[in-house]
């Protein structure tokens, strides 16, 4: 097995090199395709509520500033730094979970049986996230609906798991 070893890369087989980049990068477009849908959607919500921008608004403020609480979510200026920030950590977890995504479906094409752990992963992480998100933040839940939080996250994920579904068109997938 041949390797590199030049001073700009660490020493790994020529085989193996590609396969961690193409992952990555499946996981990488995977999250922010799944992070564009969700802000359009609530773009779109926003836009039909007459407040654009004001989910990132809401959510920015309450992960940002939440020592100032949020008591009265529908009073809330639009806040393009709240905007920005929220967005960029929103994009970034994404990205982190397009990569979990991208990674275990590398896994599931070696041994099939883990595409069902990838689904089942799939709809606990669904339910839990609503779960959570009623229980620590019930108030933020009650400024943007939770069916359209639902909706969202939902549209997300068949995003990215159309995108990776092509990436990966032999995927088997057994119980």
Known sequence: ME??????????PHSVAPNISRVAQEGI????????????????????????????TVL????????????????LPISMEMVLMYTWVHALAFCVIGGVAARLLALSEKN??????????????EFGFLFAASVF?????????????????LLA????????????PTLEIRP
Do not use: C, K
């Open 60 to 75: 920015g403020t309450a992960l940002f500033r939440s020592e100032r609480g949020l008591a009265t979510p529908e009073s």
């Open 157 to 168: 994920a068949a995003g990215m798991a159309i995108y990776l579904w092509r990436r990966h």
């Open 112 to 125: 099939p049986h883990i595409g069902f752990g990838v689904i089942l992963l799939f709809v606990v992480l």
């Open 3 to 12: 390797t590199r070893t030049d001073a700009t890369s660490p020493a790994l």
């Open 29 to 56: 477009a995977a999250g922010i395709l799944g992070a564009v849908v969700v802000a359009l959607w609530f773009l779109i919500l926003d836009l039909l509520s007459g407040r654009p921008l004001y989910t990132p």
């Open 137 to 153: 933040a019930e108030g933020l839940l009650g400024a943007l609906a939770w069916q359209a939080v639902l909706v969202g996250n």
